[in-house]
């Protein structure tokens, strides 16, 4: 059962990450969307950004069997200054 909107505390771009009735339609439909990409543009690693974009990308990359790659945005200070422009394959 999903979660009443009330109580996910997201911003508004986030919720259907953290749904998790949402979440597999979301992921269908965005393996979907890459794989037609695809056709038009060569890429061979999914790069995400930011709590969801990680929770989406590591389910979308398993799925296409790609790399995954997590960037900081310039402005997230989070754990480290040195860190925001650099990204980490996982």
Do not use: C, Y
Not at 12 to 40: G, I, M, S, Y
Not at 49 to 59: C, E, K, W
């Amino acid at each position: 059962m999903a979660l009443p909107e009330s109580t996910l505390w997201a911003p508004n771009h986030t919720t259907r990450v953290f749904d998790v009735e949402a979440l597999p339609e979301l992921v269908h439909d965005t393996v979907k969307w890459l794989k037609k990409l695809q056709k038009r543009l060569k890429f061979n690693t999914i790069a995400v950004s930011g709590h969801s974009g990680l929770i989406l990308g590591a389910l979308v990359a398993a799925k296409l069997k790609m790399p995954l790659l997590a960037v900081r945005k310039p402005d997230d200070k989070a754990l480290d200054n040195r860190l925001t422009k650099h990204g980490g394959l996982l």
